[in-house]
């Protein structure tokens, strides 16, 4: 599990080292102090160098996707990436484990005077460009007055091996030279918004056909005693996951309220990270105060037995409290709560452990 993270030049964070790390770690902070950019940046470091990840990541913010299509926005959402805009220094995303163990990602942004040339380019988004040497033979000259761009990306693993991949941008083509990618913990992202998607549906199928379909049902009873099953149907040409409650009929899952979809989701994202991460942004959304409580009891559990890290961003005072009791009477080292602050230019963060977290609810005191 990741037991320390340092992040510099990326998003609002210019240089930080965040730890320790739990089990389960809640973000806390202010308006657009960033909570998301933290799960953004642990994404981008377990992606290793993955281009698409990199290219893409804008796109959970609902940012249109440019990647592969070649275009001036592919350049100016990797820059958004950096610190202030300044992509003159990478971005390095380091990981402690709890074995002591080091891994790192350096994403580069460079404007060169290269050219391309005509062949090298034709084609290139329909096939990639197997090797960066590829890039550098050139035949036939393309140049624009805006030159080449280059994404790098370098990823180290515990080993010290390298993994590089590239992407080389003009303003009409894009080239890519994916290198091969080191074997990586499963990550899941989940975002703020409760909606089961057919990849979700799917999950749950996968899960049914081997007969692990207690996995999702037990932790759902806490905000629907009467569920017995869940099925797959078909509403139209959309799957769709219809609940069992006794009734004549089955009920679709999104008319038994937010809370059951936003927990379906996080019970499934978690079965589908077996010794990997989660991270899911806005964790209370849906789910009402006095539920949180027995819903941390089951996220906790949960990722117990999957043997997962959890990161979640809240803006809840009472999904803090409902976190601190749950873990208290489980296992209170499991749960660890992070506070991010802007200090000038730069973020801080402050890490309450279980005494800590205690301390400020029985003082009262505002810790988000």
Partial sequence: M??????K????????????FARVNLIMGSNNVGKTALLEAIYLHMAGNNLQIVANINGFRGIPLTFPTPSDDMVGNCRSLFHSDASNEPIQLIIQNDDKKRRSLEIYLTQQDMVMTTRQVSGIVRESIPTSENLSKPTTSLSTDKGLWEIKLVFKDFNNEAYES??????????????KLPLMPLTRLMGASNRLTNEYVQIYSSLALVGRIDEVIEPLKILEKRLKQLSVLLMGQTPMLYGDIGLERLIPLPLMGQGMVRLTSIILAITQAEKGIVLIDEVENGLHHSTMKNVWKAINQAAKDHDLQIFATTHSWECICAAHEAFKEADPNDLRVIRLDNIKEDVDAIVYDQEMIETAISSNLEVR
Avoid: M, V, W, Y
């Fill in 2 to 7: 990741l037991e320390s993270f340092e992040i």
């Fill in 9 to 20: 030049n990326f998003r609002c964070f210019r240089d930080i080292k965040i730890e320790p």
């Fill in 166 to 179: 590239h992407i080389k941008i003009t303003p009409t083509e894009t080239a890519t030279s994916q290198g």
